[in-house]
């Protein structure tokens, strides 16, 4: 199955050759009307077909630009990954060289954050250690941040034993077998439903589907949707 990165390069090319027959075409307009042959008032535009296929040429263009980016951010994405060979699922804030790639909460980066913790307890005693030398100007201790990313592991590995430990009833197996859910892969305990935007289900003490609190369906559509799905 093709990457991102890929399938980003295959439209790339797509778009270059499509701009060459989008010159050829123009070329071949231009090429079909007489040197210096003006409109004439109430019949058809003889630049019309060159002025749709200059239009088609300059999106094609702003679209390679697009294009270009996205492969500089993904080729970046893809860096970044090499790097850490535990960091599974990113969070990417923009679209070119320049975005920061950072790590999702997912459960699919357990083992980064947990390399990330130790690096963190690391360096929060070697500040200290540091700091009890008494110098003029003390290192900074990581305290806070540490206490934030142990909660955040906890969260995801209760997440984890969370679904690795289910039990599905009938009604839940059926829903998912139908594809009317859609299990989260970074937070397995979530089961968006298909076709409503964000709107999640996640399972009972009985194995049955109720209603995230989190991805709620605020729409009265979507709402009556939901609990047709949770009948069903």
Excluded: C
Excluded at 71 to 82: A, G, N, P, R
């Amino acid at each position: 199955m093709a990457s991102q990165l890929e399938k980003a390069k295959n439209k790339l090319v797509a778009l270059k050759e499509e701009q060459k027959e989008l010159m050829k075409a123009i070329r071949k307009e231009h090429d079909s009307i007489p040197f210096g042959q003006p409109n004439i008032i109430g019949r058809r535009d003889i630049y019309k077909d060159v002025k749709r296929y200059r239009a088609k040429s300059i999106e094609n263009s702003i679209q390679q630009e697009k294009q270009e980016h996205r492969i500089e951010m993904l080729e970046k994405v893809e860096e970044v990954k090499s790097e850490n060979s535990t960091l599974k699922d990113v969070h990417v804030v923009g679209a070119s060289a320049y975005a920061t790639i950072g790590a999702k909460t997912s459960v699919n980066n357990l083992e980064y954050f947990k390399d990330k913790l130790a690096e963190l307890e690391e360096r929060n005693e070697e500040a200290k250690a540091y700091n009890r030398t008494k110098p003029a100007v003390k290192m900074k201790t990581l305290g806070t941040e540490i206490t934030k990313l142990k909660r955040k592991i906890q969260m995801l590995e209760e997440m984890k034993a969370k679904d690795e430990s289910k039990a599905l009833s009938e009604h839940a197996k059926n829903l998912i077998a139908s594809g009317l859910v859609t299990q989260w892969q970074k937070k397995p305990i979530y089961y968006f439903v298909k076709g409503l935007r964000k709107v999640a289900l996640v399972l009972n003490e009985s194995g049955d589907f109720e209603e995230s609190k989190k991805y709620s369906a605020y729409s009265d559509k979507d709402i009556e949707f939901v609990e047709k799905l949770l009948k069903k």
